[in-house]
């Protein structure tokens, strides 16, 4: 649609500025020498992914007979939790559908680049804002409309508790989870010891339907979800000197999930 080829065009616009590249090119292995690849990544302002638009997000978690959210006066939700949300650029799609985003990164140079958008960067263990407003109680109970979760599932440590925390910050009876999960599924933790997770998602299959089935069954019904819509969507990154955009072989599944109280 027009966000994906608008992202695929100024990806093509950066490629193309030769310094630039030239100077990310050595600024990076640099820079990798004291902080990791995405902190490297953030500081440079380089490698913003794009997953979904904000239409698509819309025929997802709000169905395809809600209207024009052009259209719209004010924000269909109140809050939106992004997890581990990078630079911000995936959650900038359908942000203004919410009137307050909440954002988790674990990479310090993210939080920046969180911040500069005008999110508000959460703790990423507990979920809850790193800085409450003076004299404000500690919103322990804090529940949000819906939690974003894009290609984290298979890059955090303890992905199962993740789900269950989820369910415990969702608003009760309408929150939802938007699940995007890269297919085939390799698990790789970046801040964790040999980047292996604790946790190992029991996800296995050589087609693709196979991986979703399993998906589906060993993990998200056994935590107690109930998918609601699914579809496959492009994964998309700004590229370099040598390729526009990368993009991967097999696209991500995003899951429109909601608590299966039964």
């Not at 590249?21 to 995405?38: E, G, I």
């Not at 302002?45 to 794009?50: D, E, I, K, V, Y």
């Not at 599932?153 to 969702?170: G, T």
Request: aromatic content about 10%; hydrophobic content about 40%; glycine content about 6%.
């Amino acid at each position: 649609d027009a966000e994906t080829e608008a992202f695929l065009e100024n990806s093509y616009a950066k490629s193309e500025r030769l310094l630039t590249q030239l100077y990310h090119r050595v600024a990076k292995p640099l820079l990798c020498m004291f902080m990791s690849v995405t902190s490297a990544n953030g500081f440079l302002r380089r490698g913003s992914m794009f997953v979904l638009s904000g239409e698509q997000f819309r025929r997802l978690i709000v169905g395809s007979d809600s209207g024009d959210h052009q259209q719209q006066q004010e924000p269909l939700f109140d809050s939106l939790l992004d997890l581990g949300a990078g630079d911000g650029n995936v959650t900038s799609h359908y942000a203004g559908y919410f009137r307050r985003v909440f954002a988790t990164e674990m990479a310090t140079v993210m939080t920046w680049r969180l911040a500069e958008r005008g999110y508000t960067v959460v703790d990423p263990i507990t979920w809850l804002p790193t800085q409450p407003a003076i004299d404000a109680e500690p919103e322990l109970d804090a529940h949000y409309d819906l939690i974003g979760c894009f290609n984290l599932l298979d890059r955090c440590e303890a992905p199962l508790d993740l789900l269950a925390q989820a369910k415990r910050r969702l608003r009760p009876g309408s929150g939802r989870l938007l699940l995007a999960v890269v297919v085939p599924l390799r698990q790789f933790c970046e801040f964790a010891p040999g980047n292996r997770p604790a946790q190992v998602l029991a996800v296995s299959g050589p087609t693709f339907e196979e991986q979703l089935a399993s998906l589906v069954s060993n993990v998200l019904r056994p935590q107690g979800w109930a998918v609601v819509r699914w579809a496959k969507a492009p994964y998309l990154c700004e590229g370099d000197l040598y390729q526009s955009f990368y993009h991967l072989l097999m696209p991500c599944c995003c899951y429109g999930l909601r608590i299966d109280w039964e």
